[in-house]
């Protein structure tokens, strides 16, 4: 399948009592460049998450948006403080005999000073955090990759309808071609019978010369170089998989020959053809930007 490089995917489950959702979006880069947005507390799967998309993902400026309501999953630890417990009772002696009071001190008494408790968040097992938004970011993937592949196939069939174009605009150039040779030959004797008047025409000069203009026009090697081209380009489509940037350079070679084409032009009609030809080939360039 081809695959588009912008894209949308979106996952989110409950596990372990955190929500957890994963966010993609993407759009057109020449190499893979991905950027994950994650919670301070949970930093440690950021490389975790960059692997598991560099497996799916082959190019394409990417971001990753996780978010994680870890409220159910809470769990507090509280601990006796006993450094400050201890200077708080050592400090309640110390005015029971200085002042002779009565000696009432209590664990209800010292756990109402501050600081003598510490309460403090449990952290989850790293491990098991980073599995569980692994998890959900092969969720997000998967919805990533279905909505990149419905753009792909878009794209794979305007780039082919583009293709027909440039094989329907080929066959009318090879078709003119010749015709601009006989068209030549004919200029090229009327001009000799107005300069020689009345002198016999060397027919064999008007052919020699006839045959320097058509070796000079003839586009053949190149319009069979391009069809060529077209050839491979659809074998590509229908092979598929991360072919952008061999398309790139493909279409390269579209423009090479298209060029080479129009700089042996000989009229009107075949500059329009072969600028009609160009055009097509900048918006299949276009459109091949967008594929991975």
Do not use: W
Not at 214 to 238: G, I, N, P, W, Y
């Amino acid at each position: 399948m081809i695959r588009s490089m912008t894209g949308y995917g979106r996952g989110e489950a409950v596990l372990h009592d955190r929500a957890i959702t994963v966010e993609l979006r993407s759009v057109n880069n020449r190499y893979l460049d991905c950027s994950v947005k994650i919670p301070r507390l949970y930093v440690f799967a950021e490389e975790t998450i960059k692997s598991q998309v560099q497996k799916s993902v082959g190019r394409g400026k990417l971001d990753v948006f996780v978010t994680i309501d870890s409220t159910a999953a809470d769990k507090v630890a509280v601990t006796l403080n006993k450094p400050v417990a201890d200077g708080y009772y050592n400090a309640l002696l110390q005015m029971r005999d200085a002042y002779g009071l009565r000696d009432d001190i209590s664990v209800s008494l010292l756990s109402r000073f501050p600081d003598v408790f510490l309460v403090e968040k449990e952290q989850g097992d790293a491990d098991v955090i980073a599995g569980d938004i692994a998890q959900v970011l092969t969720v997000a993937l998967e919805d990533f990759n279905a909505m990149r592949e419905r753009e792909g196939a878009k794209l794979a069939e305007d780039v082919r309808t583009k293709a027909a174009n440039i094989t329907a605009l080929l066959a009318q150039v090879e078709e003119r071609s010749p015709a601009t040779v006989a068209e030549y030959r004919e200029k090229l004797r009327l001009r000799m019978e107005e300069v020689l008047a009345n002198t016999q025409l060397d027919e064999s000069r008007i052919l020699t010369e006839a045959a320097i203009f058509a070796d000079k026009v003839a586009v053949d090697e190149e319009t069979v170089r391009l069809r060529s081209h077209l050839s491979q380009l659809d074998d590509m489509l229908a092979k598929g998989g991360a072919i952008g940037r061999k398309l790139d350079f493909l279409i390269q070679e579209f423009n090479r020959e298209a060029n080479t084409i129009g700089s042996k032009c000989s009229d009107v009609e075949m500059a329009r053809m072969v600028v009609e030809i160009k055009g097509e080939i900048e918006k299949i360039r276009e459109q091949v930007q967008n594929i991975e």
